[in-house]
């Protein structure tokens, strides 16, 4: 039996926890002098491989694809494969496929059509797409999928190439292309601004962004096969040993929760790099060797009882809005420093006695996904909060559908976009005032500061259960996208939970 695949989206309630969800800017700050070469057409496409992406609060970049001449915007997803859209799609053949994608929170429906589609400037003849005809719960009205085809439910249900992703699609009808997709992640200054040498956000296929031309010399990651098995396939790559820097400047020690790993040591974390989730997903153990020392630190099992729009965080770290926390990961030798802008996040929202909310941006996984061969073979999910601090390249080498296996493996490569001194500054500007007092601010505890939650276990696992994916509780943990597909005469309606 086909164990059904999993891929991973962020749960966009998340948006209603900014207090206001805006564009962000598209080419707003640019090197006084600096001429533009090329000017973006109306879907934002540059025509040199590049495309502007929107950057909603911070939560979730967007960009559009343009389907039978109409424009639509969507969320652009590494962590799932297949492209859907709600609403009216000129000249679309319906191929009457009925297809469900629920998601840990909300679930869009609709059918398998095939179109024509123009992405960043490349043309694809009838592409293949789920048109939704009802999303239920999911504040936004499509995603683009941009992960490994072999788990895409669309090219399962076709059972041939006409079923591929979009960029399997682009990379297959012209072999010099390279295959690569990168993007880059801004900041939206005015939330935390104001912000120095601020970027817009793009995305290109087959090129890399000017002035990150370094990123061809960051180390290779592999990208891991899933030991799961195909449907489960994400860009998934190995953290070093022991591979977080913490706040105290020290290592922290990890151990994979994966049974019998067929990559890496013991120590090494697989992490699913996933640009459709917002908040970063660590063992629990990790986020509370970051955040529990820290004094003032407050484990939350339920945000609603910290105000009402953070119902449906669980099991996260509150801490005080103007401690400078400093976090690096590791990935073959080399640091990527976090911002401690998005390590904690301001969520703007006063608590019963008017102090402000602040809250670790990277939380602890639900323990029903580490671990748990129906998600793939994962530990942890670095989503934008991580995102935004490179500029990452995902090279598909083989994974493209119909490529010789062994001829190009895939490879992942990260440049840092973090300047350590001007990341501090921008936190000192941000969240003191502009007064550096971090040199005094209060020595982490010698230890965590966790009290006894539901159920206790000892020796580092997670410590409680949560249960968000089971219950439907809309944690940030339990957003996953759990994709089902439906058989041709299933009923879609009674399909929403699989
Ligand atoms: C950033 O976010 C703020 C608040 O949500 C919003 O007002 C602003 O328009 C956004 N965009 C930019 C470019 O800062
Ligand atoms: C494409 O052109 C735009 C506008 O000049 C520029 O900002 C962007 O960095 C370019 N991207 C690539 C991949 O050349
Ligand atoms: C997407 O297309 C719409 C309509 O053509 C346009 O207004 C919007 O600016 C585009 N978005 C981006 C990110 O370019
Ligand atoms: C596509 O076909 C299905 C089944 O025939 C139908 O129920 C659905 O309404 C069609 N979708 C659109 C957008 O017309
Ligand atoms: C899918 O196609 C392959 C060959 O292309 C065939 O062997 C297989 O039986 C097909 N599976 C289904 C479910 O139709
Ligand atoms: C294929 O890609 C190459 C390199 O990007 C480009 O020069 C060429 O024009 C493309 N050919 C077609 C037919 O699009
Ligand atoms: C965080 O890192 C910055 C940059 O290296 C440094 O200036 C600052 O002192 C560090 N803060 C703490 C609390 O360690």
């Not at 970063?280 to 945000?303: K, S």
């Amino acid at each position: 039996m086909r164990v059904p695949a999993r891929s991973f989206f962020l749960s966009t309630f998340l948006l209603s926890y900014a207090t206001a969800v805006q564009l962000d800017l598209v080419g707003l700050k640019r090197e006084p002098g600096l001429r533009s070469l090329y000017r973006r057409d109306d879907s934002g496409v540059f025509g040199n491989g590049s495309l502007a992406l929107q950057n909603f609060g911070d939560l979730l970049y967007s960009c559009n694809v343009t389907l039978g001449g109409k424009d639509f915007p969507v969320i652009i997803d590494t962590g799932s494969v297949d492209l859907w859209v709600l609403g009216d799609v000129p000249e679309t053949n319906n191929l009457s496929l009925p297809l469900t994608l629920p998601f840990g929170k909300g679930a869009a429906e609709g059918f398998i059509n095939t179109v024509q589609m123009e992405f960043n400037g490349f043309t694809i003849p009838d592409q293949a797409y789920m048109n939704a005809i009802a999303v239920q719960d999911i504040a936004f009205t499509g995603i683009i999928g941009l992960g490994p085809s072999s788990a895409s439910p669309i090219r399962a249900m076709l059972n041939d190439s006409s079923g591929d992703p979009a960029l399997d699609r682009i990379f297959r009808q012209n072999m010099s292309t390279p295959n690569t997709l990168t993007f880059l992640l801004s900041r939206n200054a005015t939330l935390e601004g104001p912000l120095v040498d601020q970027f817009f956000s793009q995305l290109t296929i087959g090129t890399v962004v000017p002035g990150f031309e370094a990123i061809q010399d960051s180390p290779k990651l592999p990208a891991l096969l899933d030991q799961f098995g195909p449907s489960t396939q994400h860009w998934t790559t190995l953290l070093d040993p022991n591979g977080i820097i913490g706040p105290d400047g020290q290592q922290i020690s990890t151990t994979t929760s994966i049974p019998n790993p067929t990559d890496g040591t013991p120590d090494q974390l697989h992490v699913v790099l996933d640009s459709g989730f917002s908040v970063p997903q660590l063992p629990a153990y990790v986020a509370d060797a970051i955040y529990g020392r820290i004094p003032g630190a407050e484990f939350i099992e339920d945000g609603s009882t910290l105000h009402p729009e953070l119902a449906g965080f669980v099991n996260f770290w509150r801490i005080p809005c103007e401690y400078e926390v400093n976090v690096s990961f590791v990935f073959a030798g080399q640091e990527y420093p976090v911002s401690p802008l998005d390590l904690n996040a301001d969520t703007q929202l006063p608590d019963i006695n008017a102090k402000r909310i602040c809250i670790a941006f990277f939380q602890q996984i639900a323990d029903n996904i580490a671990g748990n061969p129906e998600f793939g073979a994962l530990d942890m999910i670095l989503g934008m909060g991580f995102l935004r601090n490179t500029y990452s390249l995902f090279n598909f080498g083989d994974f493209v559908d119909g490529s010789p296996d062994n001829v190009a493996d895939p490879y992942i490569q990260l440049l840092s976009t973090v300047d350590k001194a001007k990341m501090h500054r921008e936190f000192v500007v941000a969240r003191l005032g502009g007064k550096d007092t971090t040199g005094s601010q209060p020595a982490l505890l010698p230890s965590i500061q966790k009290p006894a939650v539901t159920p206790q276990t000892s020796g580092g696992s997670a410590t409680s259960g949560n249960s968000g994916l089971d219950t439907g509780v809309g944690s940030v943990a339990a957003s996953f996208n759990a994709v089902c597909r439906t058989s041709r005469r299933g009923s879609v309606n009674r399909r929403l939970k699989c």
